[in-house]
Every structure is written in C-alpha cells, then in structure tokens.
C-alpha cells in the first residue's frame, strides 16, 4: 500500500518537474538566463535590455523547443507594482541567436528594478521578485505569475473534478522561506466517493509542488516537495499535509520508491479544503537540513511548478489501482533575484584596440580586435568596425562573450591587397546607450617591423627613412657596387639598398618602419635594391625610363634564391636592369 501511494505522488512529481504537453510527459528542463545585463540608464532615454536564454541541463536525447515568448517586468516604486510586460524579440545571427531583447524609455529621475520571464511550449523560466517585507497569503506584486489554462484538467475514470483543475499558480521566495499560491476551479477536495453503497469508489486527490535544486548532486534520485492531500487507505497508510522527501536508494527498481514526512507546512487558509485560492510556505531550513543542497546555489535557482493527480483502488485482494495525472503547470525555473539601475548614473566605456598582419605574396591577412569593457556591464547597442582602403566600410559586429565587466573580444579579420596597405586604416565605435566611443582612425601599417636574421647570411633593407648604424645589426654589411661588379664593407646603412649581413646566431632587430616609397638610381645589370614599409606586387614596380626590367626580382630565404613575385618589408632583392635609369618603388 505504501508503494501505491509512492508511485502515484512520484508520478504527479514527475510530471510537474519534467513539463507537460496535454498531459503527456516532456522530459525537458526549463531554460536558464545568462548574460543578464542592460544599457546605459540615460535620464529620459532609451535603455535597452537582453539575456540569453540558453538550454544546458537538457541532453541531445530530450525533445526540446524553442522560446515561444519572452518578457520584461519593471517597477519604478521599488518592486510595489509592476508594469505591463515589455515583449522581448530575439536578437538573432551568428552571435545573437539565444539573446533576446526589449526597451523601455526612462523618466528624468529615480531607479528602475527589473526581471526578465520567457516561455517555451513545455517550460518557463523566471526571475523573481522577493517577498520582503512578507505577504502571506501571497500578493500577487511579489510574486511571479506561473499561470495555467482553465478547464484543461483530466477526467478522473470518467468524472471530471474542477476542484483538481489549476487555474493558476504563482512563486516567491525570500531570505528563510519559498512561497507558492494556487489557484483551483473550484474549492479543494481530498477525495470524492462516486458510485452506489457498498460499491462505492474512494477517488484519493492530491497536490503537488516540487521543489528542486537545480544544483544538487542527487538532482535525479532525491525530490523533496509539498504534498496538499488526505490519504487513509484502509487504517494501512495515512497521508496529510506536508512537506516531503522522496528518494530512491540503491538497488531499487523504481524511482522515488522511498519517502519521509519532513514536517508540517504553512497554508492560507490553514486548511486548503474547500478553497479555491491557498498559499503555502516552506521553511528553505527544512529543505537543506535534509540534504536538498546548499541555498543560495551559485544560480540562485529552484526547479518547481504545480500537479493535481487522482488514484483509486481497483482491487482490495490485488491492491491494483489506477492513477490519474489530473492537471499540470509548465516545468518551471524560478530565479531568486531582480536587476536595480539609477537613472543617469554610468560609467564610460573602455576600448583596447590591437592589429596584426599576415604578409603573403600579393596579399596581407589583417586580423583586428578590440577589448570592450564596461564597469557597469552595460550591452554595446552599437558595435561597429569601419575600414578605409580608399573607401570607407562600416561592418556591425558580435561575439559570443556577452559579459562585459571583464572584456569582451570583438574580431575581425580581412584580406587586403598589397597596394592598399599604405593607407588603410580602421576604427571601433561602441555605444553603451550613453553615447559613442570610439578609438579615432588606427593605421594598419605596424610602427615597427621585426627583421628576423637567421645564422648564416642575410639579404635585408631598411624600412626607416634615416640611416642606420651597421652596428645594429651586431654584425658586418655588405653592399654590391654595380659599376666595378664587386662587394664592399658598409658602416652606415640606407633606405632602398639590399644588404647582405653575416650573423653569427639567429637574431631579431626592430626598425621604424616610416618609408612609405623610394626612389634609387639603377646600373645596367643586377642591382641589390630594398622594400618598404608594405609589402608590394613586384609588377607595380617602376622604372625611368620605363622598361629597364622584364623579369622578376630575385629573393634569398637563406638557403637559396627565388623569384619574388612581392618585395617583403627587411629584404633585399636582386634586380636585373636593361640599362641606366631610376627604380621607383611605391606611389
């Protein structure tokens, strides 16, 4: 007889935790919120308000849907009164696709609290306002809206109950206590007798309200709950109101096959028979004196929501029954908290922006970052990244870091010709609702260049306007003389002239790299010329007069030579000229 009653209210449980669909049961959990976080409270102006709403506790094995809706509830009275529900609409794209968002605009003066609520076809989650200072019975201001369609209940072996049909079912909690207030068709019945003396059928009725932490190590073997109900099955068991556990030990068969009576609970009216609106509640004490977990969890989350169901022996001989699970809410999440912000407070925005550059032969792979940190963890409402090559393009952009109080990395990365990288140049603008901050136009083009030296020789040029010391180079340079076809020895080094330089070890040596062109005279012959700053296509090379060239430059990658379709910044390269005349590299 005992197990009769465990596996009815076991299921009734269950059925709640795991959310219904017309009775049937999903085995989904309700979504979480993350990333919770406002724009700038402008006095007077817009705010802007978003949260993911993700699905984590679920497995790939588990039929889940998506937000069917989304709200936010805001009070400008400290939580008195709530306003009409602002409607959230999803952000969407690559970054955005479980954000949602909604606005509202701010009076002059004065603080807003706020709490987000969203919807699935079998779950809902939300945020809470704290019953503080208490209200009991319930007041709706303080309390969260569950909800629950009316007349959906079940029939019971052909009966139909309104007393076991939830019209409406609403949340709270506060520091010591959790609160819940149910609204019924009609007033509550333990149980019903139907039929002819004495065949008459005892129709048993329970409540239930789970109560779970989302973050307990036994989340699936240990539920603890309040069970509304009298059940007084032939003297054998007796059931009555109650806080309970319901655990399942090993080598059990079945789930929840064991429970103990906690203690009483709380109810207004005391007695819920024959009341059609009762809250109840339940010391969060008793809860984790008995190995619920420890409250606050780290989400400040409970899993709940609220469960008619009906049973009835068939057989005194065989104990079978028949159980009935009559109505059900959502699955539900409550999160213990709200968000405050003082209209006309802010703090500004920082921006950290960095490049970096890939040289290839005809192209540069150009990666661009920039750190946006917000104090306030204010949402960027603007994020964009303009680059000029000649031509301006503005670009909106996004990242999957929606936390702002640590720096979120926003990137970007382009593939730019050789001839533009002169004059490109970016910039970042964020807004956080308070206005626009930006980092002023940054040039692509590094301040300075590395020149990597391997052991052994090196072809290198300068990138820098003014002459170098060979000494920097901790080693001898050599230049070529055309006109007498030999090498000789140089202390000082010039811009647009290869050198070969012996290193003894392989060295590093950082140069200003401010030589945007040159110009150089040319001998018949080969010739030992320099790049620039940028790299540059060998075929936009020119020459005075025109034609002194019709093959490539030749380049040195330490072992052998090869032909050099671009000329790199640091190298040298061999340059075969037709006759006397200028080379030209650059605009």
């Known amino acids: 007889m005992k197990k009769i009653f465990v596996l009815c209210i076991s299921l009734s449980l269950v059925a709640v935790t795991f959310a219904q669909l017309d009775i049937g049961i999903s085995l989904a959990f309700p979504r979480e919120f993350n990333n919770l976080c406002n724009s700038a409270a402008v006095a007077s102006g817009v705010t802007y308000f978003n949260t993911d709403m993700i699905d984590t506790l679920n497995d790939e094995s588990v039929i889940t849907f998506p937000v069917t809706s989304a709200h936010t509830y805001v009070s400008t009275d400290a939580g008195s009164s709530w306003l009409s529900p602002i409607a959230m609409a999803n952000v969407g794209g690559i970054y955005y696709p479980d954000t949602w968002q909604s606005s509202r605009t701010n009076a002059a003066s004065g603080s807003v609290e706020y709490y987000f609520k969203c919807e699935t076809e079998s779950t809902l989650t939300t945020e809470c306002p704290d019953n503080n200072p208490t209200s009991f019975p319930l007041d709706n201001n303080k309390s969260v809206q569950i909800g629950d369609v009316t007349g959906d209940q079940e029939d019971v072996d052909g009966y139909t109950y309104s007393s076991v049909d939830i019209t409406d079912f609403y949340v709270s909690w506060d520091t010591d206590e959790f609160f819940f207030k149910v609204?019924?068709?009609?007033?509550?019945?333990?149980?019903?007798?139907?039929?002819?003396?004495?065949?008459?059928?005892?129709?048993?009725?329970?409540?239930?309200?789970?109560?779970?932490?989302?973050?307990?190590?036994?989340?699936?073997?240990?539920?603890?709950?309040?069970?509304?109900?009298?059940?007084?099955?032939?003297?054998?068991?007796?059931?009555?109101?109650?806080?309970?556990?319901?655990?399942?030990?090993?080598?059990?068969?079945?789930?929840?096959?064991?429970?103990?009576?906690?203690?009483?609970?709380?109810?207004?009216?005391?007695?819920?028979?024959?009341?059609?609106?009762?809250?109840?509640?339940?010391?969060?004490?008793?809860?984790?004196?008995?190995?619920?977990?420890?409250?606050?969890?780290?989400?400040?989350?409970?899993?709940?929501?609220?469960?008619?169901?009906?049973?009835?022996?068939?057989?005194?001989?065989?104990?079978?029954?028949?159980?009935?699970?009559?109505?059900?809410?959502?699955?539900?999440?409550?999160?213990?908290?709200?968000?405050?912000?003082?209209?006309?407070?802010?703090?500004?925005?920082?921006?950290?922006?960095?490049?970096?550059?890939?040289?290839?032969?005809?192209?540069?792979?150009?990666?661009?970052?920039?750190?946006?940190?917000?104090?306030?963890?204010?949402?960027?409402?603007?994020?964009?990244?303009?680059?000029?090559?000649?031509?301006?393009?503005?670009?909106?952009?996004?990242?999957?870091?929606?936390?702002?109080?640590?720096?979120?990395?926003?990137?970007?990365?382009?593939?730019?010709?050789?001839?533009?990288?002169?004059?490109?140049?970016?910039?970042?603008?964020?807004?956080?609702?308070?206005?626009?901050?930006?980092?002023?136009?940054?040039?692509?083009?590094?301040?300075?260049?590395?020149?990597?030296?391997?052991?052994?020789?090196?072809?290198?040029?300068?990138?820098?306007?003014?002459?170098?010391?060979?000494?920097?180079?901790?080693?001898?340079?050599?230049?070529?003389?055309?006109?007498?076809?030999?090498?000789?020895?140089?202390?000082?080094?010039?811009?647009?002239?290869?050198?070969?330089?012996?290193?003894?070890?392989?060295?590093?040596?950082?140069?200003?790299?401010d030589l945007y062109s040159y110009s150089d005279t040319l001998f018949p012959g080969w010739n030992l010329i320099g790049a620039k700053n940028s790299p540059i296509p060998a075929n936009i090379i020119c020459t005075e007069p025109p034609g002194l060239s019709s093959s490539l430059p030749y380049g040195w990658n330490g072992v052998d030579y090869y032909d050099a379709d671009s000329l790199f910044p640091g190298h040298g390269y061999w340059f075969l000229s037709s006759g006397h005349g200028r080379i030209i590299v650059g605009p």
């Open 183 to 513: 609204n019924l068709g009609s007033g509550w019945k333990d149980m019903h007798m139907e039929g002819p003396f004495p065949f008459r059928t005892t129709y048993y009725h329970m409540l239930t309200i789970p109560i779970i932490n989302n973050e307990s190590s036994y989340r699936d073997s240990l539920f603890f709950g309040v069970v509304i109900g009298n059940v007084n099955v032939f003297g054998i068991i007796n059931i009555y109101d109650g806080i309970y556990k319901f655990w399942t030990e090993d080598g059990d068969d079945d789930s929840l096959n064991n429970f103990r009576r906690l203690g009483d609970v709380t109810c207004s009216p005391s007695n819920p028979d024959d009341d059609s609106e009762f809250s109840v509640r339940v010391p969060i004490s008793v809860l984790t004196s008995n190995g619920w977990g420890i409250w606050p969890n780290s989400s400040r989350a409970i899993g709940t929501g609220c469960s008619t169901m009906s049973f009835w022996i068939e057989s005194i001989i065989t104990l079978a029954y028949n159980p009935v699970v009559t109505d059900v809410t959502k699955s539900s999440g409550m999160i213990c908290q709200t968000h405050t912000y003082n209209i006309g407070t802010n703090t500004i925005p920082t921006l950290s922006p960095t490049h970096s550059a890939d040289y290839e032969r005809d192209t540069t792979w150009f990666d661009l970052s920039c750190t946006y940190t917000d104090s306030n963890d204010n949402l960027p409402t603007l994020r964009q990244l303009t680059i000029d090559d000649g031509s301006s393009t503005t670009y909106t952009v996004g990242n999957l870091d929606h936390s702002y109080t640590d720096g979120s990395l926003f990137e970007y990365s382009a593939i730019y010709g050789c001839e533009h990288l002169d004059s490109l140049r970016y910039k970042w603008d964020f807004d956080d609702g308070a206005g626009i901050v930006s980092t002023g136009w940054i040039y692509a083009v590094l301040a300075e260049v590395a020149i990597e030296l391997s052991s052994g020789w090196n072809l290198i040029s300068l990138l820098c306007i003014n002459p170098q010391s060979a000494s920097i180079f901790g080693s001898s340079a050599y230049s070529y003389d055309n006109s007498i076809g030999s090498y000789y020895m140089q202390d000082s080094l010039n811009p647009g002239i290869g050198y070969w330089i012996l290193s003894t070890s392989a060295d590093t040596v950082l140069l200003n790299k």
